[in-house]
C-alpha cells in the first residue's frame, strides 16, 4: 500500500503563492517508485475533480492543465519522497480542495492521463481558498 499525506493550503489572496506538499510512504511505494508517476488535482465546490499537473518519479518530466500552466510547477525529492506544487499568480478560481494521487503504472501509461480513475491512491486533501 501507498499512504499519501498532502500538507500546505491555506487561505491566500489574489496574485500571491502557496505552496503543497504530499509525502509517500510505503513499502510498495519506496520499492516500485520509479515506475509511478505522481499527480495533483483539485475539486472546486459542485464540480469534477479535475487534474493539474503531473510528474513522473523517474526523470521528473512534467505535464500541466491549461489553465495553470505558466503559474504553478510541479517538482519531486525522490530523497524525501515528496512532490511538491508550487503556485504562482493565484485567481479565486484556483479555490479549492487539492488531492495527491499516484500511478504505479505511471512509467507506462505517461504522465498526461488526465482520468481520475487511473491512479490508485489518494491523499485526503488540503483547502486552498483564494480571495479577490
Known amino acids: 500500500q501507498v499512504q499519501l499525506v498532502e500538507s500546505g493550503g491555506g487561505l491566500v489572496q489574489a496574485g500571491g503563492s502557496l505552496g503543497l506538499s504530499c509525502a509517500a510512504s510505503?513499502?510498495?511505494?519506496?520499492?516500485?517508485?520509479?515506475?509511478?508517476?505522481m499527480v495533483w488535482f483539485r475539486q472546486a465546490p459542485g464540480k469534477e475533480r479535475e487534474y493539474v499537473a503531473g510528474?513522473?518519479?523517474?526523470?521528473?518530466?512534467?505535464n500541466y492543465a491549461d489553465s495553470v500552466k505558466g503559474r504553478f510547477t510541479i517538482s519531486r525529492d525522490t530523497a524525501k519522497n515528496t512532490v511538491y506544487l508550487q503556485m504562482n499568480s493565484l485567481k479565486p478560481e484556483d479555490t479549492a480542495v487539492y488531492y495527491c494521487?499516484?500511478?504505479?503504472?505511471?512509467?507506462?501509461?505517461?504522465?498526461?492521463?488526465?482520468?481520475?480513475?487511473?491512479?490508485?491512491?489518494w491523499g485526503q486533501g488540503t483547502q486552498v481558498t483564494v480571495s479577490s
Open positions: 494521487a499516484a500511478d504505479p503504472n505511471g512509467a507506462a501509461r505517461g504522465i498526461g492521463d488526465y482520468r481520475r480513475s487511473s491512479y490508485d491512491y
Open positions: 510528474i513522473s518519479w523517474s526523470g521528473g518530466r512534467t
Open positions: 510505503g513499502r510498495t511505494f519506496s520499492t516500485y517508485a520509479m515506475a509511478y508517476v
